[in-house]
């Protein structure tokens, strides 16, 4: 079964310094994948997603994410933080399931970014 | 604009009385999800319809059903809600392709569910 695996459960930067969210995945085949990002009490609205072609995906915001087949990675990642980015950020493969034909979406468990003046 | 519609956006519950969660689309999706959120925690799925197909997830408490009368709609029913049905549920929608894989997920703002 596919799984996602966000390292960081908690990250503060300061306001207009670079931020990098990890991402590793695990699945068999090419997955397509997803970042999605939740302020408090509100639904995820999508970042940017990969579903196949150039490696480096541009997202709304701001946001950009790169696709490491490698390491099975997608890194999100932002040159320049604002104070509105504080927020929780969730990767996320979406795949069949193992000898299934159900598509599932399946999340890590976000990391909160918390952003200082 | 095209968008997934959650109501209520709270709602306040009994212990044991049956509550009802709404979802609605103007996308033309033809797969719609339920998830539920608890604090700190991953959206987790319960179920998904592909068109009117109903897919529980193997977990899902039989206290959690699910209704889609039209391509528009999705409820979510708990029939009798315990204090650990305290949750945000969310509701999202994907359009599957020719081979039946979905694509993107488009999300409501929730329904956050108090139960006292």
């Known amino acids: 079964a596919q799984s996602v695996t966000q390292p960081d459960i908690h ?15 695990s699945y068999g085949a090419t997955p397509y ?4 990002v939740q302020s408090p009490g509100q639904g995820l609205q999508l970042l940017l997603k990969y579903f196949s072609g150039d490696t480096l995906v541009q997202g709304i915001k701001g946001f950009e994410a790169e696709f ?3 390491q099975s990675s997608f890194n999100l990642r932002k040159p320049s933080v604002h104070w ?11 795949a069949l399931e193992s000898g299934g034909s159900n598509y599932k979406l399946t999340f890590g468990k976000g990391t909160l970014l918390t952003v200082n003046p | 604009d095209a968008m997934v519609i959650q109501n209520p956006r709270y709602q306040v519950t009994q212990f044991g009385k049956p509550v009802t ?22 959206p987790k799925l319960l179920f998904h319809y592909y068109d009117k197909d109903f897919n529980n997830e193997a977990d899902t408490p039989d206290n959690f059903q699910s209704r889609r009368p039209n391509t528009s709609f999705c409820f979510l029913d708990i029939r009798s809600p315990g204090l650990g049905d305290a949750a945000m549920y969310l509701c999202a929608t994907s359009r599957a392709d020719w ?8 999300f409501g703002p929730g329904t956050r569910l108090l139960v006292l």
């Open chain 2, 21 to 42: 969660l709404s979802c609605s689309q103007t996308l033309n999706h033809n797969v719609m999800y339920w998830y539920q959120q608890k604090s700190s925690q991953a």
């Open chain 1, 11 to 25: 990250i503060t930067v300061s306001e207009g310094a670079s931020l990098e969210l990890r991402c590793n995945y």
């Open chain 1, 68 to 70: 490491k087949r490698s």
């Open chain 2, 99 to 106: 081979v039946g894989r979905p694509e993107t997920q488009y």
């Open chain 1, 84 to 94: 509105s980015d504080a927020a929780e950020y969730f990767c996320a493969v979406g």
């Open chain 1, 33 to 36: 994948l997803f970042w999605y």
